[in-house]
């Protein structure tokens, strides 16, 4: 037994570096395709119908993080196949733990992309996709109906299969493109959302919660979402593109 003892050691080792050390940066062309192809399922109306699902487990898991780490009990996660999404958490029904908690949705998805834009620029390409899928494991505990179960497990799997089976260079492109589709696809919700609200739809969503909350205008924390988005997007784009 004392033989393996070594053995053992050295494979934990081997893994603390793997997902804690630094990796080489892709080369710009990597960085330039995963842009162009992010574009390509953000823009179209038909691909971001189907993706949008991914910005929706991030939306809501901002929700439920929030809810957490402000004191609030988290009771579930539903996700729909319209894309839209429900987080449930008991507490006061006012005050600084539920305004964050509201306001955490539309900021979450472009949060997450500056975070992911951080590590990518630092070369933790293995820590973000395991950070990913300890997140999205962490999720799938709290999501209570069929259809949110079966996305976030087909969307953790995807991790989990690039962490496990693909070398470097895939797992370098896999998460560019996952950062650059949080980055982009974090902007166009806050603008569907305007959208929706200037024909007199959405009165109840997360701005309007918020102005019931705070008395502040929903026109005003939809314009903070847009600018937390562009922001992100900026800042982001500037660490992937090594500017």
């Keep these: ?5 070594p053995t053992s050691l050295s494979s934990l080792a081997g ?8 990796q080489p940066d892709p080369d710009l062309w990597v960085v330039i395709a995963t842009l162009v192809a992010a574009l390509a399922v953000v823009v179209p109306r ?11 487990i991030a939306h809501e898991g901002g929700h439920g993080l929030v809810a957490l780490l402000t004191g609030r009990t988290l009771t579930g996660i539903r996700l729909h196949s319209d894309t839209s999404g429900l987080t449930v958490s008991r507490g006061k029904p006012y005050g600084l733990g539920m305004i964050l908690t509201a306001a955490a949705g539309y900021t979450a998805p472009p949060l997450l992309g500056l975070g992911g ?11 973000l996709l395991w950070l990913a899928t300890a997140l999205l494991l962490a999720m799938l505990v709290m999501i209570r109906n069929a259809y949110g179960a079966l996305t976030v497990v087909l969307t953790g799997a995807g991790f989990l299969l690039v962490s496990w089976l693909a070398g470097p260079q895939v797992q370098a492109g896999f998460a560019y493109a996952v950062v650059w589709f ?7 919700p806050a603008f569907e959302l ?33 600018v937390v988005s562009l922001c992100s997007l900026m800042g982001g784009g500037q660490w992937l593109l090594g500017l």
């Excluded at 949080?182 to 166009?188: A, D, I, T």
């Design 1 to 5: 037994m004392d033989s393996l003892a």
């Design 15 to 22: 893994l603390w570096d793997q997902v804690f050390g630094s």
């Design 46 to 56: 038909g691909a971001w119908r189907i993706a949008r699902n991914a910005v929706t």
């Design 117 to 127: 834009a951080a590590l990518l620029a630092a070369g933790h390409i293995t820590l």
């Design 182 to 188: 949080l980055l982009l696809g974090g902007v166009r």
């Design 194 to 226: 305007q959208a929706k609200r200037s024909r007199e739809g959405a009165r109840d969503s997360d701005a309007d919660q918020l102005s019931r909350l705070t008395h502040v205008p929903a026109g005003l924390w939809l314009f903070l979402f847009h």
